[in-house]
């Protein structure tokens, strides 16, 4: 197929009764090869269809009758890359889908009719690495490390399907997957973005910033609980993303508001324990959107520690690009910005199905056992996918 069917609007962090009236008004997508700055290019295409988000700080005036609703946004972890000033990584193995994407909507009088599945087919999972490569790129790290260049690094691997039929009720179904708090859909042309995340990467409301990083997994069992709130090493790992989201928030805070609203809380995603904590700020007068996209991606927990330096590790270790995964993706609109970070996230072009999956790396990893958690945190991805 050269195209996907039209989707349904589900877009992750939408305002609940706004769903499923929600009609497009509006799209930008950009490519690198369009050239230009995306952040700011994001807020001025926002501004022209009437949703100023150049200062943050400022109180939202009220919906204008007949007026957008909001914003989808996607951002992924090259163009967050790209803000930072790092390297982008090796090319996307989905090139079909964009490096940003915003999407102006409003209200349609009725509710579209719900979408029919009809008949799908997921072939055999292809990786784009062995679990030897994966392994040694772990390895490659904790070298890394031990020579002082980088305290913690996040590896990523991928995986692509060919498929047969409607990807979109496929990747609908992630949604419904425990603990998907960015449950959700994006689409465009010949691409689609379906996501489960659990994970917030920023939020704003109230003037206040907040995000929840994610770091430390463990199968969700009693013992499994334990485990994780008793290692050291998943709570030094922890430790470094939350110093390092705090340092981000302070580039956008208001002087001396950030702190840790709560620090290593066990929640259940799927299958799994993952430890979160909250980090929150005042945000700082005149901010714009712009700037704190500048700020925040690509999120801390998906790159490591130092930000720039751990990008570098990625772009030279990680054979394939991070597509949609480890991007952001959610919701925008004065007063309002709730983008969740792709992790749990799969994409379609018009002939596979993509996801990504890994794990921070640090010197106490093992090698072994980082691969077999970035399989388990695939594998209720793949199974929603197959429709098990």
Known sequence: MDTLPLAAIDVPAAPAGCRRTLVERARWEWRPSDGGDPAAEVQEFLAAHDLPLDDLARPAAGHAPGGPCGAALYVSAAAGALLTGAPPGAPTPAPALPEVAVVVYGHADTAPPPRGAGPWRLGRWRESWTRDQH????????????????YQVN??????ARYTGDPLPALGRL????????????????????CASPETLIELADGRLVTRPIKGTRPATAAGARELRASAKERAEHVMIVDLERNDLARVARTGTVRVDQLFAVRRWCDLWQAESTISAVVADGLGLADLLRAVCPGGSVTGAPKRAALEQVAALEPVGRGAGMGALGWVAPGRIDLGLTIRTAAADAERLHVWAGGGITWDSDPRAEVAEAAAKSMPVRAALAGR
């Open 135 to 150: 392994a040694a790129a772990v390895e490659a790290v904790r070298q890394a490390i031990g020579r002082g260049d980088v």
């Open 155 to 160: 590896v990523v691997g991928h995986a692509a």
């Open 175 to 194: 949604g419904a997957l425990p603990g998907a708090r960015y449950g959700g859909t994006l689409a465009g042309a010949g691409w689609a973005i379906g």
